[in-house]
């Protein structure tokens, strides 16, 4: 509700006012279940997070790291692709300024924790920095298959999208530079 209001009204003219009312609920309410209202913009990318990082470690100990990535990530794809407050809210941030360093702040910590998901996986053996480089190239491929899909009105393929990001970003975790 708090996106289709942002979307319509924009970010900074909607109040946390406008939102409960339009929730029928009360501003004391609103902020029982969101502390500030950038919170209620990033609702849904935190529950992605958390399930990203449960599906790290629900997967297949002898997969590698990047296929794990790639596996869980494309898991994603679909949800979001057909989800058009995805759009919205990928529009929203990138046209507002404090919402892109909400984002940055979130997508930071994020990463720490996918990075350390990979580092737990039963068997694994992957470094700090492994599992950071492969979490953050992960990242830039979704980055940027989130910047062509709502290029494209939300036309283009997401799974399509990741899996070529995937295939492009060459990673080989057996050679080692001496």
């Not at 209202?37 to 629900?58: C, P, R």
């Not at 910590?109 to 039963?122: F, G, I, Y």
């Not at 950071?132 to 940027?144: F, H, M, P, S």
């Not at 990741?162 to 001496?178: A, I, P, T």
């Amino acid at each position: 509700m708090a996106i289709d209001l942002f979307a319509r009204q924009g970010f900074d003219e909607t109040t946390v006012e406008d939102i409960a009312q339009a929730a029928g609920m009360t501003k004391r309410s609103f902020f029982r279940y969101f502390p500030t209202k950038e919170d209620a913009v990033f609702e849904g990318i935190d529950l992605t997070g958390e399930s990203v990082v449960a599906d790290i470690a629900a997967r297949p100990a002898d997969e590698g790291p990047w296929e794990c990535l790639h596996q869980v990530l494309r898991a994603w794809q679909e949800e979001i692709h057909a989800s058009e407050q995805a759009l919205a809210t990928i529009r929203l941030i990138e046209a507002t300024p404090a919402l892109a360093g909400r984002l940055h702040q979130r997508r930071t910590e994020w990463r720490r924790r996918v990075s350390n998901a990979l580092q737990d996986r039963p068997g694994a053996s992957l470094d700090p920095y492994t599992a950071d480089l492969l979490t953050n190239a992960a990242t830039a491929v979704l980055d940027a298959v989130s910047s062509q899909w709502a290029r494209s009105d939300g036309n283009a393929d997401r799974p399509a999208l990741l899996d070529q990001g995937f295939y492009q970003v060459h990673v080989d975790l057996n050679s080692r530079q001496e």
